[in-house]
């Protein structure tokens, strides 16, 4: 049973930066695309960001595009998210999950599994 866990989040300044991390703390990634998820007090979940299984193919929701950047290193059972120009509206707890769904985008949020506890990320002057 694959099990993920999220770490890197904190509280940044507008405009500043931070990498987040979803590390296989059980079972292998090799198999799963990865996705990158947030949620907002009040707010539904929503994907931010999804790589594919070996890393070929990434796709990102309109409000971070050009801003994030995800990548993945499977001998490290590592996906990361760079986050670069954050913003306020980005504060969230940001959640990680896996799918074996060949094809799949963040904006297919049922796909996923295996979530993570979840890593807060805080934009505020």
């Known amino acids: 049973q694959l099990q993920l866990v999220e770490s890197g989040g904190g509280l940044v300044q507008p405009g500043g930066s931070l990498r987040l991390s979803c590390a296989a703390s059980r079972g292998t990634l090799d198999y799963y695309a990865i996705g990158w998820f947030r949620q907002a007090p009040g707010k539904e979940r929503e994907g931010v960001s999804c790589?594919?299984?070996?890393?070929?193919?990434?796709n990102y929701a309109d409000s971070v595009k050009g801003r994030f950047t995800i990548s993945r290193d499977n001998a490290k059972k590592t996906v990361y998210l760079q986050m670069n120009s954050l913003k306020p509206e980005d504060t969230a707890l940001y959640y990680c999950a896996a799918t074996p769904q060949l094809g799949a985008e963040a904006k297919m949020v049922p796909l996923f599994g295996s979530w993570g506890q979840g890593t807060q990320v805080t934009v505020s002057s």
């Open positions: 790589i594919s299984r070996s890393g070929g193919r990434t």
